[in-house]
């Protein structure tokens, strides 16, 4: 076959053919990017409940392997491997049902009842203190109205917020087009989930096998690698996360118990949930939990908020560590800009895994950088530059 172009031609013009594809890729990604957007959306919109059930798999990854490990060794240890993991799989599922129907059935209707007595405890607290409200309003240039307007204008939005209340929220679970999508995507999320927690190693080696097939060797080993490095900070992180979460509500809720304090079970679900935000949720849990304890006994909310001090202190630093391990490794204030600039760019989803994202990017940065000093024979602990270059002398120029 007769070759049109030089040897030493051919490499250029397969790059400046790469090139021009590249330019045309970008030039129909910016021409048609809402078409393109819109259909991505789509797409993902269908794929809901896949990865519903990814999230599932993932949070009950780590609770799985334990039950193999006790299957294996304790009860079962003569089944095969696919018994064991169909057997653990079905318990993994079983808990997880279990605890969101246990949470359905015992605990929202609790929180409904508090909410309900906290909107008559708002209405009495305004009431006794409409006058002071009502003066603080007119001298601040707040409101300009008269006082029996005043009244009637706290009368329509006690009145409304008390309907909301008594009305709305025991109908949230009511039938509708949202909640039958909800329901859908929980549904076939679950289903997805055991198909996940079986396949786990078939799909696993799938993926390691299409990365040897289309990448070197060693760039395929450290793909690898850093792909296992992650699942161990995500999992550990989010899974470490929710139990201490559900440590810390409980001793929230035992010590409101033991103190006899109003709503109890109410704010200990909001500082139990809240928990879960990492470095600002204590504090977001925290002041409308305050809020509410001060409309019902002043000195109760001072003696609450001296105790969520002293709880977070100990999550900080005692239960939090023994619990989420090395899992993390980055200091409080990495955690605060992680959270700041997820939270800017993805919302709520950016605050939920801005710090296992972080936390990553950061132990593959360190390998990088020690690899790099490794070859030129400096050292690894960042303490040692302390004294490097020594102050006397001066750099090179």
Not at 164 to 171: C, D, F, T
Not at 250 to 255: M, N
Not at 320 to 332: C, E, N, Q, R, S
Request: net charge positive; charged share 15%.
């Amino acid at each position: 076959m007769r070759r049109f172009l030089p040897p030493g031609e051919r490499d250029r013009a397969v790059a400046n053919m790469h090139t021009c594809a590249f330019a045309a890729l970008l030039l129909i990604l910016v021409l048609y990017i809402g078409p393109i957007l819109g259909f991505v959306d789509s797409v993902i919109s269908a794929m809901g409940p896949f990865f519903v059930g990814a999230a599932f798999a993932f949070i009950l990854l780590p609770l799985m392997r334990r039950l193999e490990r006790l299957l294996k060794t304790r009860l079962l240890p003569r089944a095969k491997p696919k018994t064991i993991r169909a057997l653990s799989t079905t318990l993994c599922i079983f808990l997880l049902i279990a605890a969101i129907v246990t949470f359905m059935l015992i605990l929202l209707p609790q929180v409904f009842t508090s909410l309900r007595s906290l909107a008559k405890l708002a209405q009495g607290f305004v009431n006794a203190n409409e006058n002071t409200i009502n003066d603080f309003l007119i001298r601040n240039g707040l409101i300009t109205v008269e006082s029996t307007e005043l009244n009637t204008i706290w009368d329509n939005l006690l009145s409304t917020a008390t309907q909301y209340i008594n009305v709305v929220l025991p109908n949230l679970l009511a039938v509708s087009s949202t909640l039958y999508q909800f329901i859908f995507q929980l549904f076939v999320g679950l289903i997805a989930a055991v198909h996940f927690l079986i396949d786990k190693d078939p799909i696993s080696n799938r993926f390691k096998k299409a990365t040897y097939a289309f990448l070197p060797e060693d760039k395929a080993e450290s793909l690898v690698y850093w792909t296992r490095k992650g699942n161990h900070i995500f999992s550990g992180y989010i899974s470490g996360k929710i139990i201490d979460s559900l440590i810390v509500g409980v001793i929230c809720y035992l010590f409101m118990m033991i103190a006899g304090y109003e709503y109890s079970l109410l704010i200990s679900v909001i500082i139990g949930v809240t928990n879960i935000l990492p470095f600002f949720g204590p504090f977001i849990g925290a002041i409308p939990s305050i809020l509410i304890l001060l409309m019902a006994n002043p000195t109760h909310a001072l003696v609450f908020t001296i105790f969520i001090l002293i709880l977070q202190q100990l999550d900080g630093n005692l239960i939090g560590p023994l619990i989420l391990g090395d899992h993390v490794g980055i200091t409080p204030l990495w955690t605060m800009f992680a959270i700041i600039i997820g939270s800017s760019l993805f919302g709520f989803t950016g605050i939920l895994l801005s710090v296992p994202v972080f936390a990553l990017v950061y132990a593959i940065f360190n390998a990088v950088a020690e690899v790099r000093l490794k070859r030129k024979r400096l050292p690894l602990r960042a303490e040692e530059y302390s004294t490097i270059p020594p102050a006397e002398e001066k750099p090179q120029a």
